[in-house]
């Protein structure tokens, strides 16, 4: 502070860059008898907010749970497969059938089920990515 200046009280509202007294230009009070600043109520706002982000997030949750489901039912009907025996290659886009033999040995076959008398686990067709897709009904996939 220079020597000739003058320190203005407090209460007093002096903008020192532009030497100018500016208390009517502030966005908030600058005196006791100022209209009291009372915060808002956001509480409703935020609990909206707060259920509008669960829901989302539940519904997202849900949709991962479901595809990860989805992903470990491929892996282990994958798994059965390809841990069954069988004494061939399988040919990409043909339906093959899964058995259990007497033993409750798996085995996979081209024999349909309606020929033979083993119990179906399943029918099945290899992809070009060499997975098994799981097909859900036989009547209208077999030969």
């Given at each position: 502070m220079k020597k000739d200046e003058v320190k203005?009280?407090?209460?007093?509202?002096?903008?020192?860059?532009?030497?100018?007294?500016?208390?009517?230009?502030?966005?908030?009070g600058t005196s006791a008898s100022s209209p009291v600043i009372t915060p808002l109520n956001t509480a409703g706002w935020k609990n909206d907010g707060i259920q509008r982000v669960n829901k989302q997030i539940k519904s997202k949750f849900e949709e991962v749970k479901k595809e990860y489901e989805a992903l470990m039912e491929k892996f282990q009907y994958n798994d059965l497969v390809y841990n069954a025996k069988f004494s061939f290659e399988p040919n990409i886009g043909e339906t093959y059938y899964l058995y259990n033999n007497k033993k409750q040995e798996s085995f996979l076959s081209i024999i349909a089920p309606n020929q033979c008398n083993f119990q179906h686990l399943g029918s099945f067709r290899l992809n070009s990515d060499k997975m098994w897709e799981k097909l859900e009904s036989t009547s209208n996939q077999e030969e």
């Open positions: 203005k009280p407090d209460l007093v509202v002096f903008n020192e860059q532009s030497q100018k007294y500016d208390a009517a230009l502030k966005s908030y």
